[in-house]
T-cell receptor, first 109, second 119 residues
Framework: GQNIDQPTEMTATEGAIVQINCTYQTSGFNGLFWYQQHAGEAPTFLSYNVLDGLEEKGRFSSFLSRSKGYSYLLLKELQMKDSASYLCAVMDSNYQLIWGAGTKLIIKP | GAVVSQHPSWVICKSGTSVKIECRSLDFQATTMFWYRQFPKQSLMLMATSNEGSKATYEQGVEKDKFLINHASLTLSTLTVTSAHPEDSSFYIC???????????????FGEGSRLTVL
């Protein structure tokens, strides 16, 4: 079956760095997405990786290793507004998105 | 600006009534739209794929007679929850992907979501 694994919850301190891991097993691979979702709101797009390596976008970076079925989202200089759930999703060979359950990130002052 | 508009944002209804949720693609024509449901503290669950001019494709376990989907134009899809019951209370979200399929990133743009509470 298809499976996306990510930690349920993480806690970090304001100003610090946090890495959220995602491992996947899917039928084919057409890219991996990271979305941010604040409580009660719809998800918003953060990043897309289809090739191995690191994609940097401001304070957020996303890494992909296709051979390992592994990705991480790196958040630097954490701010209180970064408290949210972070969803990992993989597009399979049929271009269907397989969603992880999300990682709830709690930022403490 | 918003790419996808969803309405209403909040709806409270009595058990047994029907509720219609609209999803509009504002920036491009969408032959395909996706409807998701999300229960508290859970991830998004794809309910159905809405196809313009044809029948929607429902995921396993989703009752097509209960969740009616109409995609009458390239910019509008509607989800009607018929004979709603308290267990249907959830966060319903629509999305569109301008680059779906080969050659596109498949990035999804989401509507604001509709929170349904059935009393």
């Amino acid at each position: 079956g298809q499976n996306i694994d990510q930690p349920t919850e993480m806690t970090a301190t304001e100003g610090a760095i946090v890495q959220i891991n995602c491992t996947y097993q899917t039928s084919g691979f057409n890219g991996l997405f990271w979305y941010q979702q604040h409580a009660g709101e719809a998800p918003t797009f953060l990043s897309y990786n289809v090739l191995d390596g690191l994609e940097e976008k401001g304070r957020f970076s996303s890494f992909l290793s296709r051979s390992k079925g592994y990705s991480y989202l790196l958040l630097k200089e954490l701010q209180m507004k970064d408290s949210a759930s972070y969803l990992c999703a993989v597009m399979d060979s049929n271009y269907q998105l397989i969603w992880g359950a999300g990682t709830k990130l709690i930022i403490k002052p | 600006g918003a790419v996808v508009s969803q309405h209403p944002s909040w709806v409270i209804c009595k058990s047994g009534t029907s509720v219609k949720i609209e999803c509009r693609s504002l920036d491009f024509q969408a032959t395909t739209m996706f409807w998701y449901r999300q229960f508290p503290k859970q991830s998004l669950m794809l309910m159905a794929t809405s196809n313009e001019g044809s029948k929607a494709t429902y995921e396993q376990g989703v009752e097509k007679d209960k969740f009616l989907i109409n995609h009458a134009s390239l910019t509008l899809s509607t989800l009607t929850v018929t004979s709603a019951h308290p267990e249907d209370s959830s966060f319903y979200i629509c999305s569109v992907s301008p680059g779906q399929g080969a050659g596109g990133t498949g990035e999804l743009f989401f509507g604001e979501g509709s929170r349904l509470t059935v009393l």
